[in-house]
Nanobody
Framework: VQLQAYGGGLVQAGGSLRLSCVAS????????MGWFREFPGKEREFVSA????????FYADAVQGRFTISRDNAEKTVTLRMNSLKVEDTAVYYC??????????????????WGRGTLVTVSS
């Protein structure tokens, strides 16, 4: 599966952005989808994940209550709605797809496919 993320940009603190990740290929509904972010000079960190049918969602503590993940399997799209953005949310955001159901959804190494990142910049 190929993934394409878009929707990043520049926003003021307190504002909102919506990131989308569109998949091509078959069997999108077989993948758990996740969002990770990468700060300059640091490793990619988990942001959020959603189960194959969209009935379970997971969030990092840092974004809980501010970000919402959703998916549309018919459109092969996963969306990350980001509200109340903070300067510290500034990062490159990546969407990933994983087939395995075991393991940890927040573990980068367990994702099989990645899209190109999209930069989110939050200004003070």
């Amino acid at each position: 599966v190929q993934l394409q993320a878009y929707g990043g940009g520049l926003v003021q603190a307190g504002g909102s952005l919506r990131l989308s990740c569109v998949a091509s290929g078959r069997s999108f509904n077989k993948y758990i989808m996740g969002w990770f972010r990468e700060f300059p000079g640091k490793e990619r960190e988990f942001v959020s994940a959603i189960s194959r049918e969209g009935d379970s969602t997971f969030y990092a503590d840092a974004v809980q209550g501010r970000f919402t993940i959703s998916r549309d399997n018919a459109e092969k799209t996963v969306t990350l709605r980001m509200n109340s953005l903070k300067v510290e949310d500034t990062a490159v955001y990546y969407c990933g797809a994983r087939l395995r159901l075991d393991g940890s959804y927040d573990r980068e190494s367990e994702y099989d496919y990645w899209g190109r990142g999209t930069l989110v910049t939050v200004s003070s």
